[in-house]
């Protein structure tokens, strides 16, 4: 008995260090010759009430977060301050309707390769953290994106 509870304690212990804010299934799609721009797509959970206000990429100038709404039949995109994560909800950015937007690419996207973003997440309480994520760059042909892509836009 006592060797289950010191097993749970240390359970207990690595889920207190875990973080708070978990990121999975992030994905960006490799760039064709002259594009500078990207999209990075991921579903964030924060176990507390939190906002993701901020993202910062070292492969690209510029790393913004973005709405996509439509307007009079057109879809625009749009830079959004913050973006809502109740506790303990997973968020599919892409479901919602936003995306992490990477602008002024140093480099192309390539497909197989990783793009690091850094996620800034503002807890209720003030506190903040920041996320590294590695995103999957996906081929540009890959049907099942192309699919996702189609329906987002
Ligand atoms: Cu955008």
């Known amino acids: 008995m006592k060797r289950i509870l010191g097993v749970l304690a240390m359970l207990v212990a ?18 064709v010759p002259g594009q500078d721009a990207g999209m990075v797509q991921l579903v964030i959970t924060s176990k507390q ?32 301050a913050a973006i809502d994560l109740a506790a303990g909800k997973a968020v ?4 919602e309707g936003y ?10 996207l390539k497909a197989g390769e990783k793009t690091e973003i850094t996620l800034t997440v503002r807890f209720a309480s003030g506190k903040e953290e920041q996320v590294k994520v590695n995103a999957d760059i996906k081929p540009q042909s890959e049907p099942a994106q192309q699919m996702k892509m189609n329906m987002k836009m």
Not at 15 to 26: D, K, L, P
Not at 58 to 69: F, I, R, T, W, Y
Not at 92 to 95: A, F, H, Q, S, V
């Open 99 to 108: 995306h992490v937007m990477l602008m002024g690419l140093k480099q192309p």
């Open 49 to 80: 009430a939190a906002k993701l206000v901020g993202v910062t990429s070292k492969d690209a100038g510029k790393a913004e977060l973005h709405s996509m709404v439509h307007e009079n039949g057109v879809m625009k995109m749009r830079q959004v």
């Open 14 to 31: 690595v889920q207190a260090n875990a973080g708070e804010v978990t990121v999975s299934g992030a994905w960006s799609r490799a760039t």
């Open 92 to 95: 599919d950015l892409g479901e």
